[in-house]
T-cell receptor
Framework: DAKTTQPPSMDCAEGRAANLPCNHSTISGNEYVYWYRQIHSQGPQYIIHGLKNNETNEMASLIITEDRKSSTLILPHATLRDTAVYYC????????????FGQGTILTVHP | EPEVTQTPSHQVTQMGQEVILRCVPI?????FYWYRQILGQKVEFLVSFYNNEISEKSEIFDDQFSVERPDGSNFTLKIRSTKLEDSAMYFC???????????FGEGSRLTVL
């Protein structure tokens, strides 16, 4: 799976949009971008994934650049409960191999 | 919403003792995983399991570790002789065919004294 690079930490004010970037310049054509988050010491939670088109669900939006070398996870109205470590992971769809977690981005949402 | 259930939530054991951590996967999921997270560190892959056999394992998953699905429902991780450095959160994850999205349990905290 391709390697990803994320900033170690970010801050966001409650109610504002949180934009979390991820670089994956070595992504290959069959690899998807997945986002997970881990709140405190809970189990990681799936957020969203995409291939090349922008995706939106009830939790977040995912914007992938046209060259697919980077993406941004957007939490449109961050709340205090969104404070977590966010992981960007690149993986081939239909791959059932291991999911490799990096250090992720620690997002702190403050009042 | 279906969920992955893990037991126990916390176990304290003496060094050298055997420990079994249990996971009830989401119904109809076929791929199972164990991960661990030492306090303050990143989530690390241990092993994946499919069709009643190990698909892949990391170098952490040595002879002290084993996995099985004894009754077709529970998925277990056994540590034969625990060491102090086995103290960690252990997460079970499962997925079905399709998107490859993994569903994680809430974890079992293992403390080895």
């Amino acid at each position: 799976d391709a390697k990803t690079t994320q900033p170690p930490s970010m801050d966001c004010a409650e109610g504002r949009a949180a934009n979390l970037p991820c670089n994956h310049s070595t992504i290959s054509g069959n690899e998807y971008v997945y986002w997970y988050r881990q709140i405190h010491s809970q189990g990681p939670q799936y957020i969203i994934h995409g291939l090349k088109n922008n995706e939106t669900n009830e939790m977040a939006s995912l914007i992938i650049t046209e060259d697919r070398k980077s993406s941004t996870l957007i939490l449109p109205h961050a709340t205090l409960r969104d404070t977590a470590v966010y992981y960007c992971i690149v993986r081939a769809l239909g791959s059932y191999g291991k999911l490799t977690f990096g250090q992720g981005t620690i997002l702190t949402v403050h009042p | 919403e279906p969920e992955v259930t893990q037991t126990p939530s916390h176990q304290v054991t003496q060094m050298g003792q055997e420990v079994i951590l249990r996971c009830v996967p989401i119904s109809n999921h076929l791929y199972f995983y164990w991960y661990r997270q030492i306090l303050g560190q990143k989530v690390e892959f241990l092993v994946s399991f499919y069709n009643n056999e190990i698909s892949e394992k990391s170098e952490i998953f040595d002879d002290q570790f084993s996995v099985e699905r004894p009754d077709g429902s529970n998925f277990t991780l056994k540590i034969r002789s625990t060491k102090l450095e086995d103290s960690a959160m252990y997460f079970c994850a499962t997925t079905g065919a399709g998107t490859g999205e993994l569903f994680f349990g809430e974890g079992s905290r293992l403390t080895v004294l």
